[in-house]
């Protein structure tokens, strides 16, 4: 009897209380979406309770979770554990997040209209420049799909296709993650990178 009346007292946006814990949720995430987007006051509700926000894109057609940083005045026995624990981005990840976002950002400028979708092939192309395959085109091949399914599966900004191993779509929450003014500054330091290491003299 406790338990059936726990069960009924279950509100209906669960679901997508459930699925934002997760990840990402997009407009084609359905019915998770279109229960954030009738039940939004209540779910941010939900997660202001606990110290989480509810980044909601609905023009842009994604939404995820977000934790602010704890105040540093805050003793720590009242700061709140992180949902996600943060870890440092390797030299190689961050060269390939921003080069996805730069891709994104011409897309948008472009007259092109859909999602932006790169082969494996194109992925490879972007990266050669910064992890140059040397005589060893197997471990750069590697590599490069070693990156693509880390980035698929832990931060959302690749998107494999449905029955397809080979085209991924380049998500709209990285625009999110990274700003255009970051995306400039970091875009001028790999530059910067891909210029001294094509100059043997320096």
């Known amino acids: 009897m406790a ?12 679901p997508v209380l459930i699925k934002l814990l ?9 019915p998770y979406w279109d229960q954030l987007q009738s ?5 941010s509700e939900y997660f202001g ?5 509810v980044q909601n894109y609905e023009t842009q057609g994604f939404a995820y979770l977000e934790q602010p940083d704890p105040d540093p005045d805050d003793p720590p026995a009242e700061r709140l554990p992180r949902l996600v624990i943060r870890h440092r981005l390797s030299f190689k990840a961050t060269i390939f997040y921003v080069l996805l976002r730069e891709q ?11 999602r932006l979708v790169l082969s494996m092939e194109e992925l490879r192309d972007l990266l050669q420049p910064y992890l140059p395959e040397g005589n060893n085109e197997v471990k750069f091949h590697i590599e490069v799909k070693a990156l693509v399914n880390k980035t698929v599966r832990e931060t959302g900004f690749l998107k494999k296709l449905t029955g397809d191993d080979d085209n991924y779509e380049v998500c709209p929450i990285i625009k999110a993650k990274i700003d255009a003014e970051m995306l400039e500054r970091l875009t001028q330091k790999l530059e910067d990178y891909a210029d001294d290491f094509s100059d043997p003299d320096d």
């Open 3 to 14: 338990l059936n009346s726990t069960l009924s007292e279950t509100p209906p946006y669960a």
């Open 22 to 30: 997760q990840g990402v949720v997009y407009s084609d995430d359905n």
């Open 39 to 43: 039940y939004l006051t209540p779910v």
């Open 49 to 53: 309770k606990i110290g989480l926000r």
């Open 104 to 114: 994104l950002r011409q897309f948008d400028a472009s007259d092109e209209i859909g």
